[in-house]
């Protein structure tokens, strides 16, 4: 009798399982089916999360299924329109963004900017506005505030979290060595604010960012530079006020876009991007011909395999990076390779074995042309594998250079002291005890400590000066773990070019010899997993769950970047670029 009564339950089990991935399934073809697109339609685009690199996985891409999320999907929803004769419009609705930095929001700007070469117009609604929304918008050719929201344009600031006050107070002590004046990745540890390196770094990278936007904004509404300057001193600005200085065109609530936007056909034929993501770009003659390889590295790099840490978010392994790059290399259909990276560093022994890996391809296949892009991100460990392409391409937003070394230990005797407990320990071997918790280095470990990162800061600079064509000592000078923005970098010869990922695929594109107009298919490392894999192998982090539940992504990821030494071995150098809060 129990006999029976555990099979029957296994039975119900069995069933249940085999109902809820038939249920899955059914949901995924069904949500999969390409939409009927009604002529002189205007495609809505809400841009309201983080712009993130790379597609999330777990239950969210059951319903998403192989469709691009985040960036890419704002990108192909353009370039589709673009090309699509039943999109006669897109209507912008950016409504408070979490993309953290600057170089995602300006890829969109770009991409709104070229879409509008197709004659077709492209409206803003702004239900809020901040810098990077109103940013957006200034692509645009029409700009809707709503009557009752206010247009909080009022500069750039940078933010950093200083706990050397509070790790005082619990009786912990940071004690951290780094190469180069400007690397101050673990100031936030070691000081209660800003040393004058850091400050004047800083304070050159936010002047630059600011510039940016304010030259942005001129070019799109058609003012001098002073002019906007001395209205974003007078921001945050009333609805009034924003449409009396001509910051706007119009004030208008949803309903109302349909009368004031007076496109052609009257009424908008609105078409949601969720459904628009069901028609392939293959579908409007796009993302053919020859092939071109795209690896997204995102994430802080670290040796081993990748995959997510809920507050650091991406980790870009050594070993699943360098896998990727060798499929992309043995793949004799591919004719170029774009890496895109999005990351602060990490690592320098696994930059390194990236490094490696990605000199490989390109000497083994000089036919086949590498070509960097940069994101957000591409500082410290960033820059060191982004070094081995003879080409790169950087927003002008984005964040790189940050070229130095850093390494440490946190001491917590004080800690366990506080609550009563104590360390002890027994060791053999004069440096047995080097990362001991208990005490700072000694002497005689400081000076083999500062030794090894020499090597490495020496090898890092010596890379990127063969990498650049630079005397080493030139490279030097603009190394020192100093940040620079893509467009800094770009005049101190870092970077080759301004522009995104679609810059960088048209150089490769050069590079390879394949004619300016033909289109390309593009092959995204990594692939994302089929729905069966998800279903088999279990679901990774969600990270679309994860980043709603989380903070803001800016505050996320500088929590991320001070928590980061928990993913690294304690005495490991580190090629990491500091946290920045930019708003």
């Known amino acids: 009798m129990a006999k029976r009564g555990v099979r029957l339950v296994f039975g119900f089990l069995v069933l249940a399982i085999a ?45 998403e299924g192989n469709r691009p999320t985040g960036l890419r999907a704002v990108l192909d929803h353009l370039r589709k329109a673009k090309a699509d004769p039943r999109v006669q419009a897109v209507l912008i609705v950016p409504a408070g963004m979490q993309a953290p930095l600057w170089a995602k929001v300006q890829e969109v700007h770009d991409a709104i900017l070229d879409f509008r070469k197709s004659g077709k117009q492209a409206i803003a ?49 940071a004690d951290i060595l780094h190469i180069g004046d400007y690397k101050t990745a673990y100031n936030a540890f070691t000081e209660k604010g800003y040393t004058k390196a850091h400050r004047e770094a800083t304070e050159s990278m936010t002047r630059d960012l600011y510039e940016q936007l304010v030259r942005g904004i001129a070019d799109g509404r058609k003012k001098s530079e002073a002019d906007v300057r001395a209205l974003i001193d007078e921001g945050p600005f009333s609805p009034d006020e924003a449409l009396r200085v001509g910051l706007v065109d119009d004030l208008a609530y949803a309903d109302q876009i349909d009368d ?7 009424k908008l ?4 991007s969720d459904d628009y993501a069901k028609v392939s770009l293959r579908s409007l003659g796009l993302n053919r011909g020859p092939r071109i390889a795209v690896i997204y590295a995102t994430g802080v790099i670290n040796s081993g395999k990748g995959g997510y840490d809920p507050l650091s978010g991406a980790v870009m392994g050594s070993e699943t990076i360098n896998k990727y790059i060798r499929e992309a290399r043995g793949d004799p259909s591919v004719k170029a390779i774009v890496l895109r990276i999005d990351s602060p560093g990490g690592s320098a ?5 990236i490094w490696r890996e990605l000199v490989i391809t390109r000497d083994e296949k000089k036919d086949r042309p590498l070509v960097v892009s940069m994101s957000d991100l591409a500082a410290s460990g960033g820059y060191w594998i982004a070094m081995a392409a003879p080409y790169i391409v950087a927003q002008p937003g984005t964040l790189t250079g940050s070229i130095g070394v850093i390494t440490g230990k946190f001491v917590t005797g004080g800690v366990y002291a506080k609550l009563g407990a104590n360390i002890e320990g027994v060791s053999f071997g004069k440096n047995a005890e080097i990362a001991s918790p208990t005490r700072p280095f000694t002497d005689s470990e400081r000076q083999k400590i500062e030794s090894l990162m020499q090597d490495t800061y020496d090898e890092f600079v010596e890379k990127a000066a063969a990498a650049r064509h630079m005397p080493p000592e030139k490279l030097d000078a603009v190394a020192q773990g100093r940040v620079w923005t893509g467009r800094q970098a770009k005049a101190l010869g870092l970077v080759d070019e301004l522009g995104g990922l679609d810059r960088a695929i048209a150089a490769a594109k050069q590079r390879a010899k394949i004619p300016a107009g033909s289109d390309v298919e593009i092959v995204v490392y990594p692939p994302r997993r089929s729905v069966y894999e998800v279903l088999s192998q279990g679901f990774r982090a969600d990270q679309g769950l994860l980043r709603a539940l989380a903070l803001p992504s800016d505050e996320r990821r ?3 970047t001070l928590t980061a030494p928990l993913l690294f071995r304690a005495g490991e150098p580190l090629a990491l670029m500091p946290s920045l809060i930019v708003r």
């Open 19 to 63: 109902v809820s991935v038939t249920g899955v399934a059914i949901m995924y073809f069904a949500v999969g089916s390409a939409p009927k697109v009604a002529r002189n339609s205007t495609l809505v685009l809400r841009l309201d999360d983080d712009l993130h690199e790379v597609p999330s996985e777990g239950v969210a891409q059951l319903f």
């Open 125 to 173: 609604y702004l239900e809020y506005a901040s810098e990077r929304e109103y940013y957006l918008a200034t692509a645009c050719d029409k700009i809707f505030l709503m009557p009752g929201a206010t247009l909080d344009v009022n500069g750039l600031a940078t933010y950093e979290v200083f706990l050397r006050g509070t790790l005082d107070k619990i009786g912990l002590y």
């Open 260 to 266: 004031k936007a007076k496109l052609p056909g009257g």
């Open 269 to 272: 034929a609105r078409l949601e």
């Open 349 to 353: 022994t696994a930059s390194d074995a």
């Open 558 to 560: 500088a929590i991320g």
